[in-house]
């Protein structure tokens, strides 16, 4: 079993960057493919982006596409979600999740849209606040 935990969040101003980070113990992180997601205060948890095992494949939403890029380090069992341009809208807290059976990735890329209940594991979420 894989344990997640996020970090890199933080308060920033609009138009600026983080990168957040998921490191993973219990289990080498190449097994699983890996999805960011947020949630704002009064709203639904939204998938972001993910990206395959191998780090080949990747699916970002339509809200953050050209802005983040997500990317996986499997010698370090760290994926990483770089932001840059961030707007106030992206205020939330940040989740990434494992998806041992890869069909969290296939299945976005085919409806545009992430669906939670493909990942097995969560982490404990990170806090993005971008001010105006």
């Known amino acids: 079993q894989v344990q997640l935990v996020e970090s890199g969040g933080g308060l920033v101003q609009s138009g600026g960057s983080l990168r957040l980070s998921c490191a993973a113990s219990?289990?080498?992180?190449?097994?699983?493919?890996i999805g960011w997601f947020r949630q704002a205060p009064g709203k639904e948890r939204e998938g972001v982006s993910c990206?395959?095992?191998?780090?080949?494949?990747?699916y970002y939403a339509d809200s953050v596409k050209g802005r983040f890029t997500i990317s996986r380090d499997n010698a370090k069992n760290t994926v990483y979600l770089q932001m840059v341009s961030l707007k106030p809208g992206d205020t939330a807290v940040y989740y990434c999740?494992?998806?041992?059976?890869?069909?969290?990735?296939?299945?976005?890329?085919?409806?545009?849209?992430?669906?939670?209940?493909?990942?097995?594991?969560w982490g404990q979420g990170t806090q993005v606040t971008v001010s105006s």
């Open positions: 999740a494992a998806d041992l059976d890869s069909a969290g990735i296939t299945t976005a890329q085919v409806t545009g849209i992430m669906t939670e209940r493909y990942y097995s594991y």
């Open positions: 990206i395959s095992s191998s780090g080949g494949s990747t």
């Open positions: 219990g289990s080498t992180l190449d097994d699983y493919d």
